[in-house]
């Protein structure tokens, strides 16, 4: 089976849900930042999450976007990303 790819990226984009790992006092966390025009309509503006562990802020991220249907990147400066949930490619990479 094949896994899931996620592009890595250094900041939000605005065609795709970003899901912005960090460390905050060495513990893991996550945040989701969802622009308006990935919404169909649906979000009056853009959107961002509250801070919330990383691993229930990917769950939660990748339940926003199966729900609207748009792509997920993500920033992860601190390489919090788990290679459980998938791999992570820069575009370069490609």
């Known amino acids: 089976?094949?896994?899931?790819?996620?592009?890595?990226?250094?900041?939000?984009q605005a065609d795709a849900i970003t899901l912005s790992l960090s460390k905050?006092?060495?513990?893991?966390?996550?945040?989701?930042?969802?622009?308006?025009?990935?919404?169909g309509g649906r979000l009056p503006s853009d959107m961002t999450s509250e801070e919330r562990g990383s691993v229930e802020a990917f769950r939660a991220a990748i339940r926003l976007a199966n729900e609207l249907k748009a792509p997920i990147v993500v920033m992860d400066p601190d390489q919090v990303w788990q290679a459980e949930w998938g791999d992570l490619y820069r575009h370069d990479d490609v």
């Open 1 to 12: 089976m094949a896994r899931n790819r996620f592009e890595q990226v250094d900041e939000p």
């Open 24 to 39: 905050n006092d060495g513990a893991a966390k996550g945040k989701i930042l969802c622009p308006a025009a990935v919404s």
